[in-house]
């Protein structure tokens, strides 16, 4: 249980065009869900927490134009990257929470995708 | 705020022996903490982790990590480390700010385990 996928694993673009990222909870409904970057060899990075039906809630230094992050549903949140840029290029991770473990011990814990390795030409 | 440190980017042991990776905290809560596995080009795996619960907790794949609040650590330790354990590993501490309800959790800079034969 506790499946979190995103799509695509990997996407090359070219400078200036955007890309869309999805992120599903396959067997959970998520309330939550949390957007990193990975740049090599480093830690993750909070971009932004998605919180379905509401506006998300951008890190400073993150610019929410250029990030536009949607939680249409329960179980799916995007996030596009507008006019990208070669610096764009990372790894994306998405996170979740599951609905059902609010309120109990287990409400910090997050299931994990797989991420997302763009590279922006 | 919380914050997490872990003690050396890379760590190297042979196959058999002793694996300590070294993960210190600050938090002006009862924090909670995680760690978490990473493979070349894939997500995050939970290890184990600790909500204030037992002190010393045990996990998958043989890790356990024990909380020791008089030392604001959480170090990951496996008796004897196999090839397949050869990964990088992340400490992470949970950002428990009720007002905004956001749980987020803050990464350590992560630690490269290397496992020679």
């Known amino acids: 249980g506790a499946v979190v996928s995103q799509h695509p694993s990997w996407v090359i673009c070219k400078s200036g065009t955007s890309v869309k990222i999805e992120c599903r909870s396959l067997d959970f409904q998520a309330t939550t869900m949390f957007w990193y970057r990975q740049f090599p060899k480093q830690s993750l990075m909070l971009m932004a927490t998605s919180n379905e039906g509401s506006k998300a809630t951008y890190e400073q230094g993150v610019e929410k134009d250029k990030f536009l992050i949607n939680h249409a549903s329960l179980t799916l949140s995007t996030l596009t990257v507008t006019s990208a840029h070669p610096e764009d290029s990372s790894f994306y991770i998405c996170?979740?929470?599951?609905?059902?473990?609010?309120?109990?011990?287990?409400?910090?814990?997050?299931?994990f995708g797989p991420g997302t390795r763009l590279t922006v030409t | 705020a919380q914050s997490v440190t872990q003690l050396g980017s890379h760590v190297s042991v042979s196959e058999g022996a002793l694996v300590l990776l070294r993960c210190n905290y600050s938090?002006?809560?009862?924090?909670?903490l995680f760690w978490y596995v990473q493979y070349p080009n894939q997500g995050l795996q939970l290890l184990l982790k600790y909500t204030s619960a037992a002190t010393l907790v045990k996990g998958i794949n043989g890790f356990e990590a024990e909380f020791k609040k008089s030392e604001t650590s959480f170090h990951l330790t496996k008796p004897s480390a196999h090839m397949s354990d050869a990964a990088e590993y992340f400490c992470a501490v949970s950002d428990t700010n009720l007002d905004t309800g956001r749980r987020a959790l803050t990464f350590g800079s992560g630690t490269r385990l290397q496992v020679q034969p």
């Open positions: 996170s979740a929470r599951d609905r059902k473990r609010e309120g109990t011990g287990n409400t910090y814990e997050q299931y």
């Open positions: 938090s002006s809560v009862p924090p909670y």
